[in-house]
C-alpha cells in the first residue's frame, strides 16, 4: 500500500464504558468489478488479531443484500499493518483504507471510483480516525476531531449492543455509530460480530449480510492503485 509513515492517530476520548455515500441507482449488481479493474497484484493475506473485524486468511467475499434484493459485495485484506475495506456494487466501488495501530484500527482514508469518473473521490482524514479498538465494548463514546481534506470535522462515536438477525443468521453484535456532529461527508453505522464483523450496515440504506463466498482473487487489490 506504500502510504502508511508520518500519519498521526486521532486520540480516543471515552466518557463512558459499560455513510460515504452509495448512490441507489448503483446498487444493481456486480458486473462492473469484472469489466473494469485489471489485477494489479495478489497481495498474501495475513489475518488480522483484533475482535469484531474479520480475520483475512482465507479468500472470502461478504455479500450483502438490501431489502429490495439488490447486492454490494465487500471484501477486507491486510497488508502488514495496513488493511483495507472494498465495497462493490453494480457501477461503482469503494475502499476504506486503515490501519491496526496499537490494538485500534484507524480509518486514514476514504475513496470511491464509478464508471464514467475521470478521477477518483479520495478523502483523507487528519488525524486518522479511531473505529475499533481491542477493548470495544456495549457503552463506549468517543470523539474524533479533525480534518477531511482539509475541512473541519466532528464525530461522535458509541457502541451498543444489538441482537440480530439477517439472512446469514442471528448474531450478537456491537453497533458502532457515527453521529457527525460537524463532518463534509456522511458515515456509516456497523454492526460487528466478534468473529466475522460486519454483518450489517447502513449506508444510504441497510445492507445484510447473505454469505460468505469463496473467490479465486483478491479482488480488492484490483483496484488499490485507483486510490
Known amino acids: ?79 502488514g499493518a495496513a ?36 478521477d477518483p473521490d479520495v478523502t483523507i482524514f487528519t488525524p486518522a480516525i479511531p473505529m475499533i479498538s481491542e477493548s ?8 474524533w476531531e479533525g480534518t477531511a481534506n482539509g475541512d473541519p470535522g466532528l464525530i461522535i462515536f458509541s457502541v451498543t449492543a444489538e441482537t440480530i438477525t439477517v439472512p446469514a443468521g442471528t448474531f450478537d453484535t456491537l453497533r458502532l455509530h457515527a453521529d457527525p456532529i460537524m463532518s463534509p461527508i456522511g458515515f456509516e453505522d456497523w454492526w460487528l460480530d466478534r468473529e466475522l464483523g460486519p454483518v450489517k450496515m447502513e449506508v444510504m440504506e441497510l445492507v445484510s449480510l447473505e454469505d460468505v463466498v469463496a473467490v479465486q482473487a483478491r479482488t480488492w487489490s484490483s483496484i488499490k492503485g485507483l486510490f
Open 136 to 143: 470495544m465494548a456495549a457503552g463506549d463514546v468517543w470523539a
Open 1 to 79: 500500500m506504500g502510504r502508511l509513515g508520518g500519519r498521526g492517530v486521532g486520540s480516543v476520548v471515552v466518557v463512558s464504558s459499560g455513510r460515504h455515500f452509495i448512490p441507489g441507482e448503483y446498487m444493481l449488481n456486480r458486473c462492473l468489478l469484472t469489466n473494469m479493474l485489471v489485477i494489479l497484484a495478489l497481495v498474501p493475506a495475513t489475518a488480522v488479531a483484533l475482535d469484531y473485524w474479520p480475520t483475512t486468511d482465507e479468500d472470502g467475499i461478504y455479500r450483502f443484500s438490501t431489502a429490495g434484493g439488490a447486492t454490494m459485495d465487500v471484501v477486507f485484506n491486510s497488508d
Open 83 to 118: 488493511h483495507q475495506m472494498l465495497e462493490s456494487w453494480s457501477q461503482c466501488t469503494a475502499a476504506h483504507e486503515f490501519e491496526l495501530v496499537d490494538g485500534s484500527l484507524v480509518l486514514w482514508q476514504r475513496g470511491a471510483m464509478c464508471m464514467g469518473w475521470i
